[in-house]
């Protein structure tokens, strides 16, 4: 069974076609469909993500996954929420958001963060009942970057009972307790559930 992704992250596409391919699913990136990028015109995680999977599954005719994802800061009152991958403006740049988390959390005592991601499957475009998975990474924000991995805010996001920032940890270790991972094993269940 094909399922389109609308992403065209390498890195999720990989992540999302290990864990789907146990359940008969092979997974195409909408570019390989010519499926064009979706507009995320919402203010919301899973408003977004469910536009992004209803696109492409219009597009394609095919099943879709889709996600939304991003930085959620409890002293900024949310943000930059979903608004992350553009929080310092066009173009986007993961050095200039970071640089603008910091300043914008300068003087605040409360650094707790956590990313957000929301994924959503749609049988069809006009499914009535999509599968809407989430899952949530809780951390704080450091001022100084560590770390060499990962991508985004990944530097600053430090995980204090392990000591190190999500950009220190291994790929295999941070995909299984991601925000992504947990959203997506959350997915895997439902969908198994489902059939």
Request: aromatic share 6%; charged share 25%; with cysteine.
């Amino acid at each position: 069974m094909k399922l389109v992704v609308a992403s065209n992250n390498a890195g999720k596409l990989r992540e999302f076609g290990a864990l789907l391919a146990p359940l008969g699913w092979e997974t195409v990136p909408q570019s390989e469909l010519g499926v064009p990028e979706c507009a995320e015109p919402h203010h919301t995680f899973i408003e977004n993500a469910l536009e992004k999977a209803r696109h492409a599954a219009r597009c394609s005719g095919l099943p879709a996954l889709a996600d939304d994802s991003g930085l959620c800061v409890h002293a900024l009152g949310g943000a930059p929420g979903v608004y992350s991958a553009r929080y310092a403006g066009e173009p986007k740049s993961d050095a200039r958001n970071n640089q603008k988390l910091v300043a914008d959390l300068a003087g605040h005592a409360d650094r707790r963060a956590h990313y957000v991601c929301v994924l959503v499957f749609v049988r069809h475009a006009d499914d009535p009942q999509p599968i809407i998975a989430e899952g949530e990474w809780h951390g704080e924000i450091i001022d100084e970057a560590r770390g060499g991995g990962g991508f985004g805010y990944d530097p600053y996001f430090f995980l204090p009972e392990l000591g190190v920032t999500a950009a220190e940890l291994d790929a295999t270790e941070k995909n299984r307790r991601s925000h992504r991972g947990l959203a997506l094993q959350h997915l895997v269940e439902r969908l198994q559930t489902r059939r």
